[in-house]
């Protein structure tokens, strides 16, 4: 079977919404191909909503992580109080809370690739001559794309086979990995966004003789 037919089946899994036919589709070479269009698709209409909609730009992931973060620490809280005060805590209040917190790291990721801190190496890079901070930054676009373009893939295959085999979260009856497991691809296709994000910018900055460097800070604001 050709690259071209299984990345052709990937797509056609998308619309059978079978997960049994994604899982199997998904497993196949071709299936780099048709993540890596849906990936640079996800990255363009992530740098379109942000920028018809600026509210989303500045706050889509910092909302994303600090109530997820408020909501982890909610239920540990309330698990310590009912064991050790009412002899008792709910089975799920150990389980829920690490798919939780895979969530607020991996949007949290997305959030630091468009403030840069992820080795940005800008004291090293800010002594360059232009050209070669262009060169760089554009290398970096390009090994970031990749990076999604491997964690998107691999990560969609995770959620499938969880989805196929009906995994559940430890201590439910009812609710199912994958309804966490899915943030994680869909995090890294906003991530690619990013990443479009910053190479438009260095393009911009480029051309009209802008700092291209800047010192990169923790939690700032885009």
């Known amino acids: 079977m050709s690259i071209m037919t299984e990345a052709g089946n990937v797509v056609s899994s998308f619309f059978a919404n079978d997960s049994f036919e994604m899982k199997a589709a998904f497993n196949t070479a071709g299936a780099y191909l048709a993540f890596a269009c849906l990936t640079l698709l996800g990255a363009v ?5 942000f920028r018809v909609v600026p509210f989303l730009e500045r706050n889509l992931e910092r909302f994303i992580i600090v109530y997820a973060y408020l909501i982890i620490a909610g239920i540990i809280f309330a698990g310590v109080v009912q064991r050790f005060v009412l002899n008792g805590q709910p089975p799920w209040s150990s389980t829920i809370p690490p798919m939780l917190f895979m969530v607020m790291v991996w949007f949290g990721c997305s959030y630091n690739v468009r403030l840069r801190t992820h080795l940005s190496f800008s004291e ?3 002594n360059m001559p232009r ?4 060169t760089v930054l554009s290398m970096d676009a390009v090994l970031w794309f990749g990076f999604c373009l491997i964690a998107v893939t691999t990560t969609a295959r995770v959620t499938a086979n969880s989805a196929a085999n009906f995994q559940i979260v430890l201590g439910t009856d009812d609710v199912m990995q994958w309804w966490f497991i899915i943030t994680v691809p869909i995090s ?8 479009l994000e910053n190479l438009l910018e260095d393009i911009h900055n480029y051309q009209a003789g802008e700092p291209m460097i800047k010192q990169a800070v923790i939690g700032g604001d885009i």
């Not at 050209?131 to 262009?134: D, E, K, L, V």
């Not at 890294?188 to 990443?195: D, E, Q, S, T, W």
């Open 45 to 49: 209409i992530t740098v379109v909503v």
């Open 124 to 126: 090293f890079r800010a």
């Open 131 to 134: 050209i070669m901070q262009m």
């Open 188 to 195: 890294f296709l906003m991530m690619a966004g990013r990443v």
